[in-house]
């Protein structure tokens, strides 16, 4: 497949095309005939894209076997996208079939499969299935001709976003200098340091040389040039994990020396005692002392060398308090505005009045507009969350909150019923407005907008404040977003498909029903492949199971199907629908040659259309983490929308079963859909406010922010939900 097309079709829709010959006209010789042509859309549109009046034209008029090898490429790219496999649940006639089959029959149906270690699965003619309602299916995706300009922008987005990249990121990165040999990167703001570290690190291995205006710009300080060598060392550039370095040439050894020796020294023992194991291990190979003219590396490296140590910023401010001191611990750390945001929650928890509280939040005053703006938002929510979880009876409040550990691997963990202590409504209004006002200072320094519209629906969807972890998908959606499925959806079928990796490989598909406290309703898993029977009727089940294959050589699949109706009949306890997917061979995802899971919306019961339809689904996304259990999404069943989760779970149980992780599971669930986070919407208005003007209609905006496949006038610039990379590097 071609890597560039695969990128700009899952990102932007787009094609780009090779140059060709003068095209010539439709059913030429030379050209596919109208037969060809009409295979070509049918074939597309059968799972789910159709090519727009332009791509259709280029290609009924570009030579032949052009056209044909782009149109095999497009197919190919469609189907890894989508995840167009080989299909054969455990019971073919899903979801009939298991409903109409006595419990004996299931319990001896999979005996014989466990005993044989999966080499047998029950006999079984595949009845024929009606099709689906046409009308009912979602619009196919247009495909659009693009250029490698829009590639470029695509890449220069990513690498000046003001927040972490994720995996598949980095991945188009590397693909475009790979292809097309790198960026002129001086030319570039790069404010994220991991993104700078990254790019710097590929425009090195592509005969890219630092120069010293680089050097000023980019990497002034130590820890900036840690990331870089970690990146040149294909190690975690947020620095959560351990790097094993690699040698580097003497050319590299002087370059990196001659960076740290612009250093301010007296800055930078701070910044390299902070990260000594790593420096240690750098100094092994960069070998500073062979060259001593660079006195100010050397000095840094003897001091990491010597065990040598000076108290940080950071140290003084705990012991300031610890002691009571909350005031000249602020005042310590407003030097460092970024760290200075951060803290705010705990001096205020920490002061011993109300005056010191205010002068902590008067002196964040003076130096939020140099805070970076990620930082405001994620402050801003945090005392919005504040609010919202305050206990006005007590002195305590009680929060649930989710963590998610720095590093590549998305292992989240939450604490739930923590009591913290309570601060006044008043003082988090306060911090609140001050993050509007500074936000809106900095968005007023950027480029006009013009006039611009804002949908409702982009209020639903998180904006991303870290991709790190975020899995490769066919839409990247930022966790924590709400999608709604449409008013015609009545199932939701959720799939699995893994292929072995080393040995017998079992990956299991499972639903969690909790009620709206979060608590455990029921689930459906390899254990309990119904869930209740409803409209009086005992072979109908609300949630059905396609039933557990525990081996798969050559791919297998699972399935989950929920009956939203069904479902509210039959037990209206049930608020929230969890998506799960474990490991019970204990293989992590990411040693797997393929694992996916996703998701597709029905609107006929029962037999209707076959088991796997890619016109129908909505999301389909590759589990790639170091991880045994993953929590792909929750359902809502009163607001009828998905919340995006995209975790890996942390710790091991000694099963990896919905049984078994239920409950840190309801901990994780509840922590993400409670808790208040920067949406999409709610940036853009700010973003609006400061450098344009919000207008009531599409018609009249020069600038449209709605959801992916809405309509706007020529000469119109439509961000959708899925624009991440314009949304990181543009409005943040």
């Known amino acids: 497949m071609n890597k560039v097309n695969a990128i700009m079709m899952t990102k932007k829709n787009m094609v780009i095309l090779p140059e060709c010959e003068k095209h010539v006209p439709f059913t030429s010789a030379k050209t596919v005939s109208v037969a060809e042509a009409c295979t070509m859309v049918s074939k597309m549109l059968s799972v789910g894209y159709v090519p727009d009046a332009m791509l259709y034209n280029w290609l009924t008029t570009a030579d032949r076997t052009t056209a044909i090898d782009i149109y095999d490429d497009i197919m190919d790219n469609i189907k890894e996208m989508v995840g167009v496999r080989n299909y054969r649940p455990m019971y073919r006639n899903f979801p009939e079939q298991v409903m109409v089959m006595s419990d004996v029959e299931l319990f001896v149906t999979a005996i014989v499969h466990y005993l044989t270690s999966g080499k047998l699965v029950p006999m079984q003619n595949e009845l024929k299935r009606q099709g689906l309602d046409e009308s009912k299916i979602k619009k196919p995706t247009v495909l659009t001709i693009g250029k490698v300009e829009d590639f470029t922008e695509l890449v220069v987005n990513l690498i000046g976003a003001k927040t ?23 030319s570039l703001e790069i404010p994220h340091k991991e993104n700078k570290a990254f790019a710097y690190a590929l425009a090195l291995k592509n005969g890219y040389v630092i120069k010293t205006n680089d050097a000023k710009k980019h990497f002034n300080t130590a820890t900036d040039i840690l990331r870089l060598i970690v990146a040149m060392s294909d190690g975690d550039v947020s620095l959560a994990e351990n790097t094993k370095f690699r040698s580097f040439k003497r050319a590299e050894r002087r370059m990196l020396l001659g960076m740290m020796n612009r250093l301010n020294e007296k800055n930078a023992v701070l910044d390299v005692q902070a990260y000594a194991g790593q420096w240690k291990r750098i100094g092994e190979k960069l070998h500073p002392a062979e060259y001593p003219k660079y006195t100010v590396a050397n000095n840094l490296f003897n001091h990491v060398r010597k065990g040598l140590h000076e108290d940080t910023i950071a140290h003084k401010v705990n012991c300031c308090v610890s002691k009571g001191k909350v005031g000249i611990a602020a005042e310590l750390i407003s030097s460092k505005p970024g760290e200075f945001a951060r803290n705010l929650d705990r001096f205020l928890r920490n002061a011993e009045s109300r005056v010191e509280a205010l002068g902590v939040i008067a002196l964040f005053n003076e130096v ?10 994620q402050v801003k929510s945090h005392f919005e969350n504040r609010i919202k979880d305050t206990n006005s009876n007590g002195d305590t409040t009680v929060q649930t909150k989710v963590y998610l550990p720095k590093g590549n691997v998305a292992k989240a963990y939450a604490e739930v019923d923590k009591e913290i202590k309570v601060i006044p409504v008043r003082l988090c209004k306060s911090i609140i407005d001050i993050c509007e006002n500074a936000i809106t200072k900095q968005f007023a320094e950027k480029e006009e907008l013009g006039k611009v519209y804002i949908s409702k629906d982009m209020y639903d969807y998180v904006m991303p404040m870290t991709q790190r972890s975020a899995s490769k998908a066919l839409k990247t959606i930022p966790r924590g977003s709400k999608v709604k499925i449409s008013d015609d959806t009545k199932i939701i079928r959720s799939f699995i498909w893994w292929k072995n990796g080393s040995g017998r490989t079992d990956i299991d598909l499972s639903a969690l029903m909790l009620d709206k406290d979060f608590n455990y309703v029921g689930h459906v898993s390899y254990t309990n492949l119904r869930y209740g029977s409803s409209y009086g009727d005992s072979s109908y089940y609300a949630s059905v199971h396609s039933g557990d294959i525990i081996d798969a050589p050559d791919g297998a699949s699972e399935f989950i199907d929920i009956d939203i109706d069904a479902m509210k009949k039959q037990n209206p306890n049930v608020r929230y629908i969890v998506t799960n997917v474990f490991s019970y061979t204990k293989q992590n995802f990411c040693d797997l040659p393929e694992c996916f ?3 597709m919306e029905r609107s006929e019961l029962g037999q209707y259309g076959e088991i796997f339809d890619a016109r129908t689904v909505m999301n389909k996304f590759d589990l790639t983490a170091k ?11 009163e607001s009828r929308e998905f919340t995006w989760v995209d975790l890996v779970m942390a710790g091991r149980n000694n099963l990896s079963n919905v049984e078994s992780k239920g409950n840190n599971i309801t901990k994780l669930i509840q922590g993400i859909v409670t808790t208040i986070k920067p949406s999409m919407g709610e940036v853009i208005e700010l973003n609006a406010k400061a450098r344009g003007e919000v207008v009531d209609t599409i018609e009249d905006a020069d600038v449209v922010f709605a959801l992916e496949g809405t309509e706007v006038k020529e000469g119109v610039t439509l961000v959708t939900q899925y624009d991440l990379d314009v949304l990181v590097s543009d409005y943040l």
């Open 597 to 599: 899971a996703g998701w």
């Open 627 to 637: 991880g045994l259990a993953a929590v792909s999404m929750v359902f809502d069943m």
């Open 368 to 377: 939020a507009t140099k805070v970076p703006v990620t930082v405001l938002l």
């Open 164 to 186: 972490s990249t994720s995996a598949d990121d980095k991945n188009i990165i590397a693909t475009y200098f790979e292809v097309y040999g790198g960026i002129d990167l001086s």
